[in-house]
C-alpha cells in the first residue's frame, strides 16, 4: 500500500516512519521516500488493517494524505505560509527574550523577569511549538528516539532548570528559561527552511514537465497525424511546426530552425 505523507522534514523524520511502521505485527517492509513525501508498505491484511497503518502515522505526528490526489499551488502555499506565521511568532518570543537576557547581563534587572521569561518559553514550547511536541509525544511512547524527541528533552530540562531558579537563591532562571525558548525556535525554523526547499523544488520540477505537450504530430504512411504523446514510438518521424514546442527526445533528419532550450 502507498501512503502519502505531510509533515516530513529530514531524514530522522523518514527513520521514525520506518521504525514506527516496521514494530507493527504484520509488517514486511517499509520503503520511505522524503524527495516523494511517500511511504510504500508491504503488510498481511490477515494481521493488520490500513486504518491501524494509518493510525500509526497520525500517531507519531504526519499527516496521511490520498496517494492519488496531487495537492494543488494552493494547498502547498498555504502550508508554507501557516509554517511561515510560526516562525515569525516564535522569533518575535525569541526577540523578546533575548532582549531581556541582553539587558540582564548588562546589569539592568527588570522587576518579574524571571516570570516574564518563564511565560514567553511556556508559550513558545507548548503552543507555537506544540506541533514538534505532539510528534515527540508519538514517538517517545514507542520507544523511538529522534529529533524532536532530543528537541523537547533540551527544552523541557530548560523549563525544569528555570523552575528551580525560582527556589534557589542567586539561580539564573531567565538563562534556562531562554535555553527552552532559543531551542525550540531553531527547531521551527530548520522544519519552514526544509518545507520551503521541497515545495519550491517540488513546483520548480512540475513546472518543467508541464512544457512538454501532451501530443505530436506523426508522419505515417505520407500523412500527418496527431497522436498522444504515450503513442510515439522509438523510429517515429515527428513533425514540428514553426512555433511548436519539441514534444519527445529526437534526432533531426531533415530541416532546420532555431530552438529554444
Known sequence: IQFKIGGMSCSFCVETIRRALTRMEGVKEVHVSLAHEEALVEYDP?????EQLEDTLTAVGYTVRDPEKVRTFEEEEAEIFQERD????AGSLTGITLLL???MWLGRMFPYIEWITFALALVTVFIVGWPILKMAWGSFRRGILNQHVLLEFAAFSGLAGGVLGFFLPDFPSPDFFGVAVFVTTYHILSQYTSLLVRTRASQAVRKLLSLQPGTARVIRDGRDLEVPIEEVKTGDLVRVRPGAQVPVDGEVTEGESA???
Open 259 to 261: 530552438v529554444n532550450e
Open 86 to 89: 510560526r516562525l515569525i511568532i
Open 101 to 103: 537576557m541582553l539587558l
Open 46 to 50: 490477515s494481521k493488520i488493517r490500513r
